[in-house]
């Protein structure tokens, strides 16, 4: 073997050439030294998170209720979250049924039959025990605790011990169960009549207080207690109850061929087809059948679901807080639902003083110098500075774009980094839950992870302006790893993922996002600002779209037209669901138990009115869809301001409405709602000098946002495009398409009414003719 003896110079070069690799390693591993100094931080391309709680900052602070055959993250924010933060649970509205897991077993009431309303909202029965029945264990009486065992996509498995397990779900008229070791029992307020049925046997018919249920045994089974108000079934290990819509006995002998097939999955896929701009939802359910030879079950749809459903539905029908669920009978549905398309941006159509847009957008960028707060504000000042950003690029304005850009990734990059020792700024992995908590928190994101998809979602739009303007940015190796994780915690389009529960903050089968992440209160879960959710979805099409990842796309496509179906139905009453009674034009915040005209921080209508509306941005153009509606909206809201200022005894009743020309502070959301439907009308009632701006708007979108929509006319629902980004607007005779193309090469983009525009490069292409 030869041996080579290298001379003193060529050793000090190839040591030196060692030293220098080594430090370019050390310069570019994602592995930092900081990181090596903390194994708590972890590294995703530039950005990082940690894994130990900063210094000062709260987290739920204890363990989720679940059995320890659960091995998978946990939902929160759903409807039957409190199951899985409390010992027991709180009441839970999976509809038609309301549940609550007490020390006795699982109680049972039909919230329907309380339905009521008056002009603060609508209403529906929130019983104390022992309303209606409780589901108990024959040789125990109480349990330690009840918890989560198993779930699917809105069905729920709760363990009683280790003895009694039952399970329900949305749409269901029925809770299954299996024990061992004893019977099932059920306690009722007072001896049930029992209308079918007798001790021998295993189907009972039984109604109290206007309530109808049937009881069902297994075959063979027998009835103790008859006449008194606890009846055991005596038999097998497996049972069912199910609220009945009457006291028939054909309805019962109906129900009773579904009964013992006990949902064991169901679960929902969705696809987004581009050519036709639509997105189809299958909904399907499996289930166990212990015996009897009909296959499938029977479930409620919600308004929003037979509205887009062709599935034939039974003559049974069940009253709740959304309105009226219909019955339907098999191992599933399909919904179809159309998809109006997002911008990036509204594009610079004129209409407009150009030097006074520009004086507007010259101001923010010297004046608008947002800090780190917590993820909320901090969210909302990230949505202001990327609807900025990218209107005075729209618009030219070459040195505030690249100012406020940079603002943008400044405060993006410095919560997207986690350090040893830093507390604010920064997210958080808390692996028990599941879920990342960004800090400083507010608003309970981070004890009862509260509002995760409000939050993060203005954060994830901004990360995807910087993606259309900087697409090195958002690369997986740069700062989209970060951004790909906050999209994971609130809407996770993957079952499988160890970290993060699938879609967290999304109520699949009732259409819409929960807000609340414990959902423990008497009323069930709640949500508010359904805008904030929307701007959630608007900022996962667009990440998805100009990354290049479909299924983040397409799932934030599902997401934004479902959501928008619901708050049409739910929030708008577009369709005219609530009783007459309820006389305020929308419920600003929906529970599982009601739906109300209220808000967590206001008595002020125009904070009822504005929370569902802001912020106001290209993807806002949902809201126009209906623009009869937006005129009923703001009358009511007209009415509703000169009355609550009547009763404010601060205010000088000398001072003029605070309607119209003079709406006040979150005048400018309402103006900008009122010009989707009458432009004109809303600018004649501007003053863009003087009008107070909401804090997470600016002056120079409120006036952009006004011209444009003057001369492009109202959003027009009957054209499509095969295309996720675009929007179609009608003034007159005239039709105004615009396009977002996301590539350099031209593209031909053609509408359902066999209009075709190309775009000649990447960016806004618009086209108006008549």
């Known amino acids: 073997m030869m041996q080579i003896q290298l001379k003193p110079k060529v050793v000090d ?7 220098a690799t080594l430090s370019v390693l050390m310069l570019t591993s994602p592995i930092t030294c900081a990181q090596k100094e903390s194994p708590d931080i972890v590294s995703i391309g530039a950005g990082s998170y940690t894994t130990k709680l900063p210094a000062g900052a709260k987290e739920p602070g204890m363990l989720p209720f679940v059995t320890e055959a659960v091995k998978r993250p946990v939902p929160t924010n759903d409807w039957w979250s409190s199951l899985v933060f409390s010992k027991f649970s709180n009441q839970m509205f999976p509809h038609p049924l309301g549940v609550q897991a007490h020390e006795t077993g699982l109680r049972i009431y039909y919230p329907g039959i309380g339905y009521t309303a008056n002009p603060e909202g609508i209403f529906t029965a929130v019983m104390q025990a022992p309303n209606d029945l409780m589901i108990g264990h024959s040789a125990q009486a109480t349990f330690p605790d009840a918890r989560a065992q198993s779930w699917s996509d809105w069905f729920v498995t709760a363990a009683f011990g280790n003895k009694l397990f039952l399970t329900f779900g949305h749409g269901s008229p029925f809770v299954y169960g299996t024990i061992t070791d004893g019977d099932p029992t059920f306690t009722f307020a007072s001896a049930p009549t029992v209308f079918s ?37 005596k038999g097998k290990s497996y049972f ?153 690029e729209a618009t030219g304005n070459v040195a505030a774009n690249k100012t406020l850009r940079a603002r943008l990734k400044t405060l993006l990059e410095d919560y997207f980094t986690a350090k040893s020792g830093k507390a604010k700024g920064l997210f958080y992995y808390n692996k028990p839950w599941g879920t990342l908590i960004g800090y400083p928190a507010s608003y309970g994101s981070d004890e ?10 203005y954060f994830i739009r901004a ?44 109520d699949i089968y009732e259409g819409h996002t929960w807000a609340d992440g414990k959902g423990d209160f008497a009323d069930g879960n709640n949500n508010e600002s359904s805008s904030e959710a ?76 504005g929370i569902n509306l802001l912020p106001l941005q290209s993807g806002s153009l949902y809201l126009g869809t209906h623009p009869g509606y937006i005129s009923e909206n703001l009358a009511s809201l007209a009415t509703e301001r000169i009355a609550h200022d009547k009763k404010d005894a601060k205010r000088d009743p ?75 607007f009608k003034n007159g005779i005239e039709r105004t398409y615009v396009i977002y193309s996301t590539t350099a090469q031209p593209r031909k983009v053609t509408f359902s009414n066999g209009t075709v525009v190309t775009s000649r490069k990447s960016g806004l292409t618009v086209f108006t003719r008549s």
């Open 13 to 19: 070069f190839c040591m030196f050439f060692l030293f």
């Open 197 to 233: 049925g007798d001790a021998k046997s295993p189907v009972l018919g039984v109604t109290l207080g206007g309530r109808s249920y049937g009881l069902f045994g297994a075959a063979g089974c027998t009835w103790e207690g008859l006449g008194t108000s606890k009846l055991i079934c």
């Open 240 to 392: 069912s109850v199910s609220l009945l819509p009457d006291n028939k006995q054909e309805t019962l002998a109906f129900y009773a061929k579904y009964a013992h097939n006990h949902v064991t999955d169901s679960k929902i896929v969705w696809s987004y087809d581009e050519k036709t701009s639509k997105v189809t939802t299958k909904y399907a359910f499996t289930v166990k059948a212990y015996e009897g030879t009909m296959s499938g079950t029977l479930f409620g749809l919600y308004p929003h679901q037979y509205q887009r459903s062709a599935i034939k539905l039974t003559n049974h029908t069940y009253q709740c807080t959304r309105g009226v669920l219909k019955v339907a009978v098999g191992e599933g549905f399909t919904t179809v639902t159309p998809f109006q398309g997002v911008l990036p941006l509204l594009p610079d159509f004129g209409g407009y003083e150009k030097a006074t847009l520009k004086k507007f957008i010259d101001a923010d960028t010297a004046t608008y110098k947002p800090e780190l707060a917590d993820t909320y504000w901090t969210g909302k000042a990230l949505g202001k500075l990327a609807t900025l950003t990218a209107l005075a």
């Open 448 to 457: 009862a992870l509260n509002d995760h998809h409000f939050h993060y979602g």
């Open 463 to 506: 990360a995807a302006e910087l993606a259309r303007q900087e697409p090195e940015w958002a690369k997986q190796a740069q700062w989209g790893g970060m951004v790909n994780l906050l999209i994971r915690d609130c809407a996770n389009p993957e079952r499988s993922d160890p970290q993060f529960p699938f879609l967290r903050n999304f």
């Open 534 to 609: 929307m701007n959630a979805w608007t900022g996962m099409i667009l990440w998805g779209e100009l990354t290049g990842d479909k299924k983040l796309r397409d799932t934030g496509i599902y997401l934004y037209v479902t959501e928008k179906d619901a708050i049409d139905n739910y929030w708008f009453d577009v369709n005219k669901l609530y009783p007459k009674a309820f006389t305020r034009s929308l419920a600003s915040m929906v529970w599982g138990a009601k739906a109300v005209f209220a808000t967590w921080f206001s008595g002020d209508p125009i904070h009822m009115h």
């Open 654 to 728: 000398s001072l003029p409405p605070r309607t119209g020309k003079n709406w006040g502070g979150w005048g400018d959301v309402i103006l900008m709602y009122q010009a989707l439907t009458d432009a004109q009308g809303a600018l004649a009632n501007c003053n863009f000098e003087t009008q107070e701006i909401e804090s997470g708007n600016s002056r120079a979108n409120f006036y952009h946002w006004m011209h444009f929509l003057s001369k492009a006319g109202q959003v027009d629902t009957s054209v499509s495009a095969d295309t996720p980004l675009y929007a179609v």
